[in-house]
């Protein structure tokens, strides 16, 4: 019998972690380019070298483990539950080339928590576009971690990574960041009256408001009641946590990580000026917003004129060719009349959703949502009301609903 | 010179000392918001709120109200050039 491991994908939002799982299952999931679309867990089989079968779990983005959302939690239960049937053998930290710096702060809180981690570098094809360049076995050495260099794109990289996978056993569980630097003698009590525990776990469990199994909801509770520091204390201490972790890879990257800045930039700044320039910004955006209306209620009609015209000749031919009666009268006038009036609207509901994923993917809404915020703040909304104004003139009822 | 990120001018650069309050989100720190690290402010937004920063690589807009919390260095270009 094959004995079968789980693994767990991890990373920061907009790094392709649903593409590598993709690439590792073989399953074909959607991939969307916004934030938070993987909210719950999706999971899947890949078959690895030497009869390892792997359950790969693919949690949504979170840009640390100091939760903020409902998404973020459910990847901060799974790690420190280990009586979840899927908590991990092995987390894979999914990382793009040109954010790697704040997908490590990710990185080594995990490899704290002493679960086996591989970092994962995706998008290694944009490296040579950004003039990036990575001393990958510096790194592997100074993270004292396992690397896969991947490009989910043209999918190389990824026999290596299933081979990482397979041999996880000689991964190493060492800390990366030593975290009760921060202030020795709370963490010093806290293991005293914990000795069995993890130290890094218990100070996750103690700052972060997640739901966990029976065990460690008790846990939190004597850990609350031990606790002696009051909310911004703590909060203090997890901002000292997050520097010490900066400085650690800051030190690191300083040696191995390589950019040519005259490569990176361009194209971007130059574009962002004009989206969010004063006048032109919004010029953009009207017009953008014109031509949405202009195809939903100008450029629709036609599709929905000739779905209209078949409905309208098919009660027709039903009248003609069927004995008048009730039973006509329900298939004319209720069934065909009825699917009708919801068929109708679909050419419009495409265009407009068509349009709104179109400016969510390529990042536009983003630069919407600066240039309208401080429009809307008197109205006690934010510049991402933007959205929800803009479906509620094809309808109100799910504009209401995102306030 | 020292001043808060609200107080940058566009293309202006420093770098981050110190918050001034505890209330800043965690988030914007593990974005790298952090002491030490560089900012820009990239751009304002119409009505001078919110404003547009480059810091450590991630391009984020804050409010000024958060920006006036951050308290920074301003590193002089003329004097370095």
New interface residues.
């Given amino acids: 019998m094959s004995k079968q491991i789980n693994v767990a994908l991890i990373g920061n939002p907009n790094t392709g972690k649903t593409s590598v799982f993709n690439q590792l299952t073989g399953l074909n999931q959607k991939v969307g380019n916004y934030p938070g679309i993987t909210v719950e867990k999706k999971e899947g089989i890949c078959k690895l070298p030497r009869g390892v079968r792997a359950h790969i779990i693919d949690l949504p983005g979170t ?2 483990l ?1 939760t ?1 959302s409902l998404d973020e939690s459910v990847a901060v239960e799974l790690l420190l539950n280990k009586n979840d049937k899927d908590h991990p053998d092995v987390a894979l930290v999914i990382s793009d080339v ?2 790697l ?2 997908n490590l ?1 990710l990185f080594t809180q995990i490899k704290d928590l002493k679960i086996p981690a591989i970092l994962v570098i995706n998008m290694a094809d944009r490296m040579t576009r950004k003039g990036i360049s990575i001393d990958i076995s510096l790194l592997e050495e100074k993270l004292n971690a396992k690397i896969a260099l991947v490009s989910t794109r043209k999918g190389t990289g990824i026999e290596r990574l299933k081979d990482l996978i397979a041999d996880y056993k000689s991964l190493s569980k060492a800390p990366n960041v030593d975290t009760t630097v921060i202030d020795p003698e709370y963490f010093d009590k806290l293991k005293k009256t914990f000795p069995k525990e993890d130290i890094y776990k218990l100070w996750l469990v103690i700052t972060q408001d997640v739901n966990f199994m029976p065990i460690e909801k008790n846990l939190i509770k004597d850990a609350s009641s031990f606790s002696t520091k009051t909310k ?1 204390e703590l ?2 201490l ?2 000292k946590e ?2 010490l972790r ?1 400085q650690f890879i800051n030190g690191i990257l300083k040696e191995t990580y390589k950019v040519d800045i005259n490569a990176a930039k361009g194209f971007r ?1 130059t574009l ?2 004009v989206l ?1 320039h ?1 006048i032109l ?2 010029l953009i955006f009207f017009i953008i917003l014109l031509t949405i209306f202009q195809a939903i209620y100008g450029w629709s009609e036609y599709p929905m004129d000739m779905i209209d015209g078949f409905f309208a000749s098919a009660t027709e031919w039903v009248k003609d060719t069927l004995p008048p009666g009730v039973f006509t009268n329900l298939i004319a006038e209720g069934v065909l009349a009825g699917i009708g009036g919801i068929v109708i609207f679909i050419p419009q509901i495409a265009f407009l959703f068509l349009f709104i994923s179109l400016l969510e993917e390529t990042g536009y809404m ?1 630069r919407v ?3 309208m ?3 809307m703040r008197p109205f006690g909304l934010s ?1 991402k009301s933007v959205v929800p104004l803009i479906s509620g003139t094809a309808c109100a009822i799910p504009a209401v609903m995102a306030t | 010179m020292e001043t808060t990120v609200a107080r940058l001018k566009r293309g202006q650069k420093g770098i981050i000392k110190e ?1 001034t309050e ?1 209330l800043l ?3 914007l ?4 918001c ?4 560089e900012v820009e402010l ?2 304002v ?6 404003i ?1 920063i480059n810091v ?4 984020i ?1 804050i ?1 000024r109200v958060i920006a006036e919390q951050i308290a920074l260095e301003i590193i002089d270009e003329d004097r370095s050039l």
């Fill in positions: 840009y640390s100091n903020t040109e954010n710096k704040r702060l911004s909060k203090r997890q901002q997050t520097i900066y700044a962002d000026k969010t004063k910004g919004y983003s949502v600066f240039l915020d401080r429009i510049g | 918050f505890d989100p965690i988030k720190r593990e974005l790298g952090l002491p030490g690290n990239v751009q937004a119409p009505l001078k709120d919110p547009y450590n690589g991630s391009h807009a409010r």
